[in-house]
């Protein structure tokens, strides 16, 4: 492709909008244009980096046995009902309503529509299992979208579902899609990690995110040398306990520590560590008040906390319920004499000795309660939020906590959708069994901005030359010398013709500005033609990663470029 | 691929909502299932086939110089509102509303937002022209979704728009998309017509459709042997002189009518031919009430009187402004004495003598009447639908009217959208011009229908290779059979790595039931593998579309499928 007969409107300037560099680059190198808050136009250099990931996508996808679909944008909000999510999706639906006053959704996701075909579809454990994908656009009415393609509102996602007769067969395709999703990122020239989730809205009750390791990302990862990461709503922590052993409990005395708020205020003012403070917090579990505990210098994990109580939400009691619970004004809480409320605990608790805790009373608290002695608790587990250095669960080695961008989640859902749409199959003794079902998802946009979050300069992108747009760009110094534009209409031709996807920058423009924008875009290999090294027979090979540059006779190139970029490269199944 | 892998839901059914042929085959042969009215999901077997189409498209564009991008399907109002056609869509145009409120369109075509994109992206004369183009999912809140994806709510188009500093560069680019358009078409291989059309709503002075000529289009096309084609709407027509001279003109006499309605009944009445009534029909032309004169055997054309009288919308006029207008009530309108009104006439009614009028009063009519003695016409002209039989206004020969689906429409746009949305450019004199645009669209989906409208018989589909799913299907009649097994496996890895798209009916089931789905879903050749053949060494080769079969040596399929499905057969570049 020539420069002038394509579109690629490069930008000096950041956008305004723009917190993050995949989301700046992406603007200012002509990949795509904002039309409204989270809603992007693709410019032809950004469809092609989509359609390149699109292309893995269904590569691995097909390799995986799943069979591509292409299901509806709208859907009849009945279904919605029927599985349940029409009524707790929110307001991250959007719900256009038909000239008949029918309510439908835009698909954020297609559990109801695929179980909806399936159920009418399949009878058999026969035709089980089978596995079905689309790529197509989505949507989600993001209260605050940002961070370009990261969070939009419209985007395209892969999304994939299993039907099987049993949990066993589920597992098998989930380790395949798993392996599928391992692939798919490799071959964008992703650095990943498949993380332990928590399943969140969606349900289900074993899943993965795939993250891409990046500051700007929204996710936070936990991770150990061991081989074990999660995020961090679902890392598990484990207490430790301490090395000197039980300290001889003290008397329990009620001390004024007035105006103090915090536990660190607290602790401060009474002269203690914070982690010897134990913080009661009240919350509302669908109807019961329910106190936990944690150390004063943790964070409650709410994940956790409805785990352990079994419940689908938790929110924090009101300071009138407090009152009315512990007889005290909310931040003075305390297990002591706390009656009538189920108390839980985090295990870190149970190694605590001497402790500060909430007196249920304005101003007050307790120096050196003792758990057993003063107060019980009904429940012991992990509760808290992990934090670098925390010890890892598996093999107790400090953890590190990373931001990452989730590209992809696999899920086993279960029987949550089949259930409650009644989705069922016939057994081998003919008896009707619930399908089991599994989800599998790939923000493809998403991905082409993680590739660049990762994999960029100060100048511009660096891409992989598997989501390149194109692989190598021609660039003629001076576009009015006629031996320099003959040899670059020559080399372009013969690389176009050898497989290479290229781009002839053929404006008429000075070469330091053809240079910034060849950075600025990206592509892995620029070929320059100017007058003085033409001089010498010869042409300059520039590695936009390495910075490295050879000169070669034109007549290498193809040699050359065959080994900079073999098909292995291009595809993704290797990378230089 | 093979059959027990894939999904291919086949029916033996048809859909009770199913009209068309088209309808029927694409959800017996498992191409697709409807949702909810008007809305798909394609399965694996048809979203081949969308892609097969899909690929066509883009290879044509491509090489036509148009530039692929992918706009979103939310719209802001604002841009709508801007350009006028949020008041004038109406109930066709989804418009979802956020969270936050604010209204939005389901993108049914993309003029806006093309338009908000260049106009602030180029400036130059120097950058056009420049053709973008898009497949996307696309929305249109149809009152009476039928057909199948012919008229469905969800679809996928290919639209492009043109930008250009004049009228001649337009239509250059309008000249090379009807080239374009007419390769797509004919590599799907579709028989069809580009015919003159009525702009419509979507402004714009010069327009062609794409007919694809089928029974059960919803489109009528008006066509003669000369060449000369156009839309029923669009299609103008040629008043003939009366071979006789003029009559002589009879007292003109007030006669009773009584009960009498229709042009047919008071004719009838009076004994003379329909065709010596002139009928007289009131409108309201955007304010101003017209009377339009039109032989009383013919139909109003309505995009023809709004032509004619140069305005965007007229509405026939209500009983009560008739009786103010006329003095009479509605059905007994008459030109004779009618005053304060507009009065224009169809051609015809130059040439009519001795007519019969309505007297504008109740079961009234007046007898020979004759225009320039009783009444007068202020402008004359085409204001009627053509018929079968009427006189080709190029050639004079009688023209034929087919039904048609209509698959593609290319329009000059002209500055409708440039100057109400303000887009404009810098001329080579630095001044400020309007773009001059064009816009151009494929039914995608609607094409794939099309073509199963156009290649079926009463036992399936029978798909052009360009656009098959799958290009050969290999049916072994006993899969118990080791022999049989073991030589349709090789069969089938062969035809597969030689570039044939190749399913592989692996199903244990009767060769009856296999056939029958073979022929349903429609595969250009199928390749029978049984026990008798193979005893004499031999496979059978049918044409799905002659059922010409052929006995050959199972290493003579190679070379026989190169001579009947040679590459340029299987891209639609010639068809066999």
Redesign the interface.
């Given at each position: 492709m020539r420069w002038t007969?394509?579109?690629i409107?490069t930008l000096k300037e950041d956008p305004s909008d723009a917190e993050i560099a995949s989301h700046k680059l992406m603007v200012r190198a002509g990949l795509m244009?904002k039309?409204?808050s989270g809603?992007?136009?693709?410019?032809?250099l950004g469809?092609r980096a989509?359609k390149k990931v699109e292309r893995i996508v269904r590569e691995e996808m097909d390799r995986a046995?799943a069979?591509?679909?292409?299901?509806?944008?709208?859907?009849?909000a009945e279904l919605w009902k029927e599985s349940g999510r029409w009524d707790v999706y929110g307001?991250?639906l959007?719900?256009?309503v038909?000239?008949h006053d029918r309510p439908?959704a835009?698909g954020p996701t297609h559990e109801e529509?695929i179980t909806?075909?399936v159920r009418?579809?399949i009878r058999s454990y026969r035709e089980l299992p089978?596995t079905?994908y689309q790529i197509q656009?989505k949507?989600r009415?993001e209260?605050r979208p940002r961070f370009g393609v990261v969070r939009a509102?419209?985007f395209t996602m892969k999304d994939a579902y299993s039907f099987h007769p049993d949990e066993q067969s589920l597992r098998e395709t989930y380790m395949a899609m798993h392996a599928a999703y391992t692939a798919v990122f490799r071959r964008c020239g992703l650095h990943f990690t498949a993380v332990e989730a928590d399943s969140g809205a969606i349900g289900g009750d074993y899943t993965h995110e795939f993250m891409v390791l990046a500051g700007a990302g929204e996710s936070e990862v936990v991770s150990c040398g061991c081989g074990y990461s999660a995020t961090l709503e679902r890392a598990e922590t484990a207490p430790v306990r301490p090395e000197a052993g039980p300290q001889s409990a003290a008397a329990m005395e009620k001390v004024s520590t007035p105006g103090m708020k915090t536990a660190e205020e607290v602790a401060s003012f009474l002269g203690k560590p914070t982690s010897s403070l134990i913080k009661t917090l009240l919350y509302d579990a669908q109807g019961e008040t329910v106190a936990a505990l944690i150390p004063g210098d943790r964070e409650l994990n709410e994940a956790k906390l409805r785990h352990m109580l079994r419940v689908d939400a938790v929110t924090m009691a009101d300071p009138e319920r407090i009152l009315e619970v512990t007889g005290g004004p909310m931040g003075f809480s305390g297990p002591v004499g706390l009656e009538g409320v189920r108390l839980v605990a985090d295990s870190r608790v149970e190694f605590m000795h001497n402790c500060v805790v909430g007196a249920n009373e304005q101003d007050c608290h307790y120096v050196n309660a003792n758990l057993g002695r003063d107060f019980e608790a009904a429940q012991f587990g992990d509760l808290v939020v992990a934090r670098e250095g925390d010890p890892c669960v598996r093999c107790g080695k400090p953890v590190s906590i990373q931001r990452g961008i989730e590209v992809g989640q696999i899920f086993e859902l279960g029987t949550k959708y089949s259930k409650s749409m009644k989705a069922h199959y016939l057994d081998q003794a003919g008896q009707e069994r619930d399908f089991v079902m599994g989800c599998y998802g790939i923000g493809i946009t998403r991905t082409v901005a993680a590739v660049i979050e990762q994999s960029h300069d100060n100048n511009g992108i660096v891409w992989p030359a598997s989501v390149a747009p194109y692989h190598i760009e021609v660039l003629p110094l001076n576009v009015n010398d006629e031996p320099t534009m003959r040899l670059a209409e020559e080399v372009y031709e013969s690389l176009t013709a050898s497989g290479y996807e290229t781009l002839l920058d053929d404006r008429d423009q000075r070469p330091g500005f053809k240079f910034k924008d060849a950075d600025l875009i990206g592509l892995p290999f620029r070929v320059v033609i100017g007058e003085k090294a033409l001089g010498e027979g010869k042409v300059e090979v520039r590695n936009r990663k390495t910075g490295e540059t050879t000169k070669i006779p034109p007549d290498r190139l193809l040699e050359k470029m065959a080994a900079l970029l073999p098909e292995e490269v291009r595809e993704g199944r290797a990378h230089n």
């Amino acid at each position: 492709m020539r420069w002038t007969r394509t579109f690629i409107p490069t930008l000096k300037e950041d956008p305004s909008d723009a917190e993050i560099a995949s989301h700046k680059l992406m603007v200012r190198a002509g990949l795509m244009r904002k039309l409204t808050s989270g809603v992007y136009t693709y410019l032809p250099l950004g469809l092609r980096a989509v359609k390149k990931v699109e292309r893995i996508v269904r590569e691995e996808m097909d390799r995986a046995g799943a069979l591509e679909t292409l299901m509806p944008i709208l859907h009849p909000a009945e279904l919605w009902k029927e599985s349940g999510r029409w009524d707790v999706y929110g307001k991250e639906l959007f719900r256009p309503v038909d000239r008949h006053d029918r309510p439908h959704a835009l698909g954020p996701t297609h559990e109801e529509v695929i179980t909806d075909l399936v159920r009418r579809e399949i009878r058999s454990y026969r035709e089980l299992p089978v596995t079905f994908y689309q790529i197509q656009t989505k949507f989600r009415d993001e209260i605050r979208p940002r961070f370009g393609v990261v969070r939009a509102r419209e985007f395209t996602m892969k999304d994939a579902y299993s039907f099987h007769p049993d949990e066993q067969s589920l597992r098998e395709t989930y380790m395949a899609m798993h392996a599928a999703y391992t692939a798919v990122f490799r071959r964008c020239g992703l650095h990943f990690t498949a993380v332990e989730a928590d399943s969140g809205a969606i349900g289900g009750d074993y899943t993965h995110e795939f993250m891409v390791l990046a500051g700007a990302g929204e996710s936070e990862v936990v991770s150990c040398g061991c081989g074990y990461s999660a995020t961090l709503e679902r890392a598990e922590t484990a207490p430790v306990r301490p090395e000197a052993g039980p300290q001889s409990a003290a008397a329990m005395e009620k001390v004024s520590t007035p105006g103090m708020k915090t536990a660190e205020e607290v602790a401060s003012f009474l002269g203690k560590p914070t982690s010897s403070l134990i913080k009661t917090l009240l919350y509302d579990a669908q109807g019961e008040t329910v106190a936990a505990l944690i150390p004063g210098d943790r964070e409650l994990n709410e994940a956790k906390l409805r785990h352990m109580l079994r419940v689908d939400a938790v929110t924090m009691a009101d300071p009138e319920r407090i009152l009315e619970v512990t007889g005290g004004p909310m931040g003075f809480s305390g297990p002591v004499g706390l009656e009538g409320v189920r108390l839980v605990a985090d295990s870190r608790v149970e190694f605590m000795h001497n402790c500060v805790v909430g007196a249920n009373e304005q101003d007050c608290h307790y120096v050196n309660a003792n758990l057993g002695r003063d107060f019980e608790a009904a429940q012991f587990g992990d509760l808290v939020v992990a934090r670098e250095g925390d010890p890892c669960v598996r093999c107790g080695k400090p953890v590190s906590i990373q931001r990452g961008i989730e590209v992809g989640q696999i899920f086993e859902l279960g029987t949550k959708y089949s259930k409650s749409m009644k989705a069922h199959y016939l057994d081998q003794a003919g008896q009707e069994r619930d399908f089991v079902m599994g989800c599998y998802g790939i923000g493809i946009t998403r991905t082409v901005a993680a590739v660049i979050e990762q994999s960029h300069d100060n100048n511009g992108i660096v891409w992989p030359a598997s989501v390149a747009p194109y692989h190598i760009e021609v660039l003629p110094l001076n576009v009015n010398d006629e031996p320099t534009m003959r040899l670059a209409e020559e080399v372009y031709e013969s690389l176009t013709a050898s497989g290479y996807e290229t781009l002839l920058d053929d404006r008429d423009q000075r070469p330091g500005f053809k240079f910034k924008d060849a950075d600025l875009i990206g592509l892995p290999f620029r070929v320059v033609i100017g007058e003085k090294a033409l001089g010498e027979g010869k042409v300059e090979v520039r590695n936009r990663k390495t910075g490295e540059t050879t000169k070669i006779p034109p007549d290498r190139l193809l040699e050359k470029m065959a080994a900079l970029l073999p098909e292995e490269v291009r595809e993704g199944r290797a990378h230089n």
